[in-house]
């Protein structure tokens, strides 16, 4: 049997924090931000969490499962 290959948009985009969550950007901040507010594009720098519903779609993609 062949071995797991990772999706690589998926290696891309994501990263596993040391205790196991899964960080990724924030989208909506790479143009048009003439008419987004200076907060709205602050927030959006900072990184976010992967929601618990998600987890374990990333996971299989990311072969952590």
């Known amino acids: 049997?062949?071995?797991m290959k990772t999706?690589?948009?998926a290696k891309k985009r994501?990263?596993?924090?040391?205790?196991g969550k899964i960080?990724?950007?924030h989208a909506f901040k790479s143009h048009i931000l003439t008419k987004?507010?200076?907060k709205q594009k602050r927030n959006l720098t900072?990184?976010?969490?992967v929601h618990p519903a998600d987890m374990?779609?990333?996971k299989l993609q990311?072969?952590?499962?």
């Open 14 to 19: 994501f990263t596993v924090t040391g205790s």
């Open 23 to 25: 960080k990724r950007k």
């Open 62 to 65: 990311l072969c952590m499962k």
């Open 36 to 38: 987004k507010s200076t």
């Open 56 to 58: 374990s779609n990333i």
């Open 7 to 9: 999706k690589s948009s």
């Open 1 to 3: 049997m062949p071995k």
């Open 46 to 49: 900072k990184a976010g969490l």
